[in-house]
Each structure stands twice: as structure tokens, then as C-alpha cells.
């Protein structure tokens, strides 16, 4: 007899992954079918026409095939040869063999600088992990605090759902808190001991708390008042924090600036809470999702607990060594006055306006059409409004309705989790500009049409 | 208060993975000191001089920065140049984007024609799932399969750790069946019966069964009869099958050739045993550890099974893009007539019969250090000697003596299990061939001394 459904486990079976669920799959369908489909479902820049940064691109062909630093001449900068260069050296035996379990010290030692440099704060590069994107880092750490399926975990409603599938699949509790919505999706205190507050109610013993800054799917972004109350909200409660900064590059109302956990942590002199921080080369201006690098770093964390988080990653062998190219080309892009570097800041600063410009297209449009609210998108890659529905009708068959409609496919709200008795979607800023021009447009047709139907 | 460790999970604490263990972060820091350490401990075959594949690199390199495919005229050949472009097309978007979460439809298409080739016997690219290297196949399908704290899973003694470790973290129950040392390591069907049976007297249901062909760290090759009678085994005791292949090009004696576990399921029509066959990039003749590629596929697995494989896929988004690539060029490789295979067939042939001596020179030499006895080594790319220790002395205190001693870094059996009473190391067969020599010299000189000392 062959496996059965029956046989595998509650866990796996409870599991949910809204981002790539039956409204992607349906999508897929569409297609081949013939249809234009508009994918808003998932922040994958370069899948609608972002162009990878020359910088990243150069050193990657540069270290798989090293015959390139002298076979190829006038094709690569000058300092983008060096790089590739030091980066060769700093891996000794090139991009073909297993690095360190943690990564390649010379890139985890680049990402110390960019850090210090960053938050004034230095940080010891074997604190430093480098992980096949964000999520897997993330996922580490999520089996290393759930010990038994009475552990708890905080994290945001709305939120990023790697996060309630994974706590799901490592059999620990989803403890959720909510983000204010009519307070630009900002943590507030008040939520944040009710939930806690609930979670112990019911025999939850919580270990930590998830904060994603800037939010996804809120595209809301802290400032450093409101990092500090989560900090001291989890120092009062003995809680570790996961700091998913993965959208730090993608802040766009003047005036704002990323605050990272660890710069708070470090200026307030916090020794007692437990800090993981993420960071990723699929977000930001690189986009550089298909790569997979990212790499986590953490703080105040026993010896003997490090020792362990050294033994989970071993099993692992190391991230892949394209992605750990990737994430030293993230912290150490090409400095002023190099030759590589006009061209970087050009291809840097036309994404980064161009989502901002984006941002500002797609929260205005949806603001436009009655029944929809959108909050400033201040930063990350998505809106997250809410649509007002008929009675008897959910998210998810309105989401389903309007793919099948116009041919944009979105996220229903529920997939992120949201306040009872509201409706949202989600959807990525990604689209190009006359595509989000015309997102907007359809949406809102769809949506007056819709309104009037049911 | 930080994290402590006592708030960890029991399961986290009682994982091990001794290829990276305490013997190895010793061997470190000798090295940091200054002493020349021979790497035996690990199949990381391009950190001991093996150079990469022309063929790979250059695909590689081309996929990273398509510019390469006009931009550097001569370096390519034509073919090669040809095949970049179809990967190119074929991932839609370039390397920088996330894939379905199966990996780029493309890629499974020539994984399906390759095993199609190699077994007589084809394959849906939608049961394929291009990896992260094979080990996170591995977890994924053990995560699947282990259900419940009394579920178990058969994994040969000795056996690659990764298998011990991944139980231990899900939670499961290591059922361990005994390889026959004097069989050539080859599987028994007594000591399969005897190991179910006192799995299932002990309260444990015995979900899975893994074999490891050719084996780690055996070197023991499979025949065809051998492994109809591992599924019948199965299908018996409704068992699924995980077959790990990674070592399917590493043949090295006359005569043997690899024969798949899908083939055989194939040829004898068994329609009731479920088979995942694993995978890589990193071993065969590229030994391309960094890129971390390789895919799994599976077989009567039931469609409402094979969602749930989907879905879990689908949280960790999909494999890296260059080791998709990477895994293409493994299943394509260059054809007769074009322009890059004559390169091609020269590195490949190098690199195996380079492989082929060392395997000899490995095996004939420790079986003339008396105390020491080593299996013919058939296939994969260690040696599993067994070594004749005086009272009182393990296997881990002989290895850590022989660092200490010579340099020499392998590791103990304990790590992959062995026999009671018996003692073991796992050397690789990967330093190069006068370096081979002299750890067959300096091991049996440190034996010899230390027999005598003890």
C-alpha cells in the first residue's frame, strides 16, 4: 500500500501558504489558458521587468567562472574584477565548495561592517549566519524556540504567512496581535499585553515575538519609539524577538528613515532580550529573489544556546555560495568614485523612485474607489486596503471573482490574517507603472460592478 | 532574561551531526595555528583541488549576466552559448526570479528526459522537485512522513548523519537496520525483518524505510536483486521508500554499473510501494557543494499526498536559481559533435578515474595497517575501515588523537553508527592522490604507535 493522507501528520495537513495557494494556482490556469494575468500576489520584482542590478550580476558571473577576470577584457570595471577577486580569496576554494556551516567568514566579517556602519553598533561576525534567503533563517529560529506544542509565538495580524505556516509545521501556537490599522498598521501596546495576556489565559507558555518593519503587508515602518516599546514589552515578559527587517532599502515617505532592532537594542543598553535579526537580497533594490542569500545575525544569546543554533545549521551543510555573493554585494555596493559606481546609483535610485512612485499610484487609486480604504504605503512592496463586501460574501471569492474579471491576482486577507468582520487583499506594488495604472482602473471597475451585483 | 538553553526543545538538544562535530572545529583551530590539516572528513571535493566543470561554470556564468552571451566574443563555445539561451528562455525571467515552487518547469522537463534515459522509464516533471542540494529533499520527505512521536523510520548503521539528525529534530524514532560489514555492506533480509520486528515489539510504527545507494559510508553499490528484495520488503510491511542516490556516478569497480530504485519499481510493475529518489549537484564528477542543486522525484505517491508535498514546497518559496542550473547542466550534458564536449569528457574522465585510483590506493592501504581492515570501496567517495582499538578506547578518542598526531581529520563511526563492539572511522577518498598516500602512510605509522602505546 502506498502512502495515505491519513498517514501524515496534523501538522503538515494544518499547514497554509496563502501567497502560492488556489488563487495562484487558478492564475497559472488562466494562463495557459491564453489570459493576461497580472501577478499582484508575491513580492518577485524581476518576474514583472525589474532589471537585476549590473554590480550584483558581474561579480556573480565573475566568481562562478574566474577564467572571465582575464578572459574577457573591457567587459567588467575595474573594481568589480578586484571585488571578485577579494571575494575568491575570501572564499579559498571558490563558489564549488561547501562553505563554513555559518558562511564564508570574509562575507559574514563584510556584513559586520554594514551593520556598524549602519547602526553604530558593532556585532560579532560569528553571530552572523548566512541562509538561503530570509525564510530559512527564520525558520531555524522558529524550531529552535518551539520546545513543545504548548509554546507560543507572537506574531502580527495582518502578517507574513512563512510565519503562521511555520509555527504550524513545527507544532507550536500562533499567538496573534494586531496591528492598528486606523494608526498606519503601527504596534500598540495595549494589543500587544492583551494578546499576551490571552495566549498565558490559555496555557500558552510565549517565547518570543515576530515584528516585520517595514510591513508586510502593511508596508507600515517603525520608528524607533514604537521599536523601543516592543523591546521593553519583551524584556517585562522574558521574550525573545525576530526583527524581519528583509524591506530595510524600501522606506518612501520623505523624512523616514529604517530603524533596525538591533540600533535600539544597542543605544538602550538592552542586555536581557534575546534579538534575531533578518535580512534578505530578494527585496530592496536588488530583487534578487531567484538567488536566494539573505543572512540572520543575533544578539544576547548564551553561549551554549549559539553553540546550538551552530549544530542546526551544520545539518543544513551552508547556504548556497551564489547567495552569499549576493549578500556581500548588498553590504559592500561599489563606493563613490569607483568606476562601477554611477551606474549602480542610476540603476539603484530608477527602481527605488520608481516604486515609490508606485506606492503613491497604487494607495491613491485604491483610496479613489468607494468600498476600498488603503493606508499610506510608507514603505515594503505591497498595499494591504480593506474592501468593503455584500453580506455572505468573503475575501477570498471576491479575490477569485476579480481574477477571473480582470486577470489580477491578489491575496485574500485572510491568508495574512486580519481583524474580525473585515475584508482585505493584498497586493504587491511590483507591476510596472502603466500595469499598476491599469490595476487600478480594472480594480476599481471590477469592484463597483461587483458591489452592484451581489 | 535572554534565552537559556534549558528552554529548548528537547528534540534540538538531542540532534547530532558529527561531519561537522567537535574532531572538525578541532581541526580548525590546528589550522589557525598554523598546521596543515588533510580534510578527510567531509565529501567536499573542490576543497581539495578538484576544479569545477568547464561546462557548469560557463553556463553559469552566462545565466548570471546574460550581457556574457553577446558581450564576450571567442570565450564561449557556440554550444554552450545555445544551451544558456534556452535555460534563459525557459526560466522566463532570468535567474533573479523566484520558480514554481517544483523549480523552473524547463529544468524538471530535462531531469524527466535524463531519468527517462537512464531508467527506460519516464516520469511526470510535475513529481519533480528541483532542491536546495539533496539533503533539503531529504528533510522535506522525512518531515512528511514523520507524523507522530511513535512513527519511525529505518535508516541503515552505519549511515549518513543527516538521516539521525532530521529524525531526532522531527521527532521521530531512528530504526536502525544493519548493513552485513562481511556482505560488502550490502542490505540482508534477516536483519531487515529482525530490525522491523523489534521496532513494532517496542510500540513504533515503521513508516519509511532509507537506503543510501551507492552507500555513505559504505561504498557498497546495489545490484538489481538487492534492491527488488528492499521492495518487496517494503511493500510487504506497507513501507515508503527514500532512496538517496546521490553517489549514482561514482562507480568504480568493472562490471557494476548503478541501477536505480525507480527502475527497478518500474520493471517489476510495483504500483503499491511509494519511492522518492534523491538527487545532487555536489557528488558524481561536478562535486558542486556551494551551489546547493539537485532535485527529488517521486512515485505512487496519491495525488491528495502529492498536494501536500506542493505546499510545503511552496512555504520555502523555491531552490536557488544557479543551482537549478547547475542541475540542468548535471542532466544535460555536453553531446557528441558539439564543440564543448571533447573539454567535457576530459574533465569528466580526470575526475572519475582519478577517483577510481584513489579509491584503490585507499583500500589496499589500510588493509596493510595491521588492526585495520577496509571493504573493497565499490562506489561514493569514502572508505568506512574498521579499526581493532585496545580496551577502553573508542573511536572518538582514536580520531581526535589521530588529528592531534597527524593532521588527518576523519570521522569516528560512532557518527554513522556501527556494530556493538566494533570501532570505525569515515575517511573520504578526496584528497589528492600523493596526499592520499601520505594519509595511508601517516595512519598506518600513527596506528602502529599507538596500538603499541595504549
Known amino acids: 500500500m502506498t502512502m495515505q493522507l491519513k498517514d501524515l501528520g496534523k501538522a503538515v495537513l494544518a499547514t497554509e501558504y496563502a501567497v502560492r495557494g488556489p488563487i495562484v494556482a487558478r492564475a497559472q490556469e488562466l494562463e495557459k489558458l491564453g489570459r493576461e494575468v497580472i501577478y499582484c500576489n508575491i513580492g518577485n520584482p524581476q518576474s514583472l521587468g525589474q532589471r537585476p542590478i549590473t554590480y550584483v550580476r558581474q561579480l556573480l558571473a565573475l566568481c562562478e567562472y574566474p577564467e572571465l577576470l582575464t578572459a574577457a577584457p573591457g567587459v567588467f570595471p575595474s573594481d568589480v574584477l578586484d571585488t571578485a577577486r577579494a571575494i575568491l580569496e575570501g572564499t579559498r576554494h571558490g563558489l564549488g565548495a561547501y562553505s563554513e556551516s555559518r558562511g564564508v567568514r570574509f562575507i559574514r566579517e563584510a556584513v559586520a561592517r554594514f551593520i556598524e556602519a549602519r547602526d553604530g553598533a558593532a556585532v560579532d561576525p560569528d553571530h552572523i549566519y548566512l541562509t538561503d534567503g530570509a525564510s530559512k533563517g527564520v525558520q531555524s529560529i522558529l524550531k529552535l524556540l518551539i520546545a513543545s506544542p504548548t509554546d507560543g509565538i507572537m506574531i502580527p495580524i495582518p502578517q507574513y504567512p512563512l510565519y503562521s505556516a511555520t509555527i504550524t509545521l513545527y507544532e507550536g501556537r500562533i499567538v496573534p496581535y494586531g496591528l492598528d490599522e486606523a494608526d498606519h498598521w503601527r504596534l500598540n501596546p495595549a494589543l500587544l499585553e492583551a494578546s499576551l495576556a490571552k495566549a498565558q489565559a490559555e496555557g500558552t507558555r510565549v517565547k518570543a515575538i515576530c515584528v516585520i518593519n517595514p510591513g508586510n503587508p502593511t508596508g507600515a515602518v517603525l520608528d524607533a519609539a514604537n521599536i523601543a516599546m516592543v523591546l521593553e514589552f519583551a524584556r517585562k515578559h522574558g521574550l525573545s524577538v525576530l526583527a524581519d527587517e528583509v524591506y530595510q532599502e524600501n ?24 534579538l534575531f535579526s533578518f535580512h534578505s537580497c530578494s527585496k530592496g533594490f536588488q530583487g534578487e529573489c531567484g538567488v536566494r542569500g539573505g543572512y540572520f545575525d543575533h544578539r544576547n544569546v548564551p553561549a551554549d544556546v549559539a553553540a546550538q543554533i551552530l549544530k542546526l545549521q551544520s545539518v543544513s551543510l551552508c547556504a548556497n555560495l551564489a547567495g552569499q555573493v549576493a549578500t556581500y554585494a548588498m553590504v559592500n555596493p561599489p563606493r563613490p568614485g569607483t568606476p562601477s559606481h554611477a551606474l549602480f546609483q542610476k540603476e539603484r535610485g ?36 480593506r474592501v468593503e463586501l455584500p453580506p455572505g460574501v468573503n475575501d477570498e471569492a471576491w479575490c477569485m471573482a476579480l481574477l477571473e474579471a480582470t486577470g489580477i491576482c491578489v491575496v485574500p486577507g485572510s491568508g495574512f490574517g486580519q481583524a474580525e468582520g473585515t475584508a482585505h487583499f493584498r497586493t504587491t506594488i511590483l507591476p510596472p507603472t502603466d500595469k499598476i495604472r491599469a490595476v487600478v482602473e480594472k480594480l476599481g471597475a471590477f469592484h463597483r460592478e461587483f458591489a452592484a451585483r451581489v
Open 350 to 385: 530608477g527602481i527605488l523612485e520608481s516604486m515609490k512612485q508606485r506606492a503613491v499610484i497604487l494607495a491613491e487609486g485604491l483610496n479613489r474607489i468607494e468600498g476600498i480604504t488603503c493606508n499610506v504605503i510608507a514603505g515594503a512592496m505591497y498595499a494591504f486596503p
Open 251 to 274: 522606506i518612501y515617505l520623505p523624512g523616514d528613515t529604517f530603524v533596525s532592532f538591533a540600533k535600539v537594542l544597542h543605544d538602550r543598553g538592552i542586555k536581557d532580550v534575546s
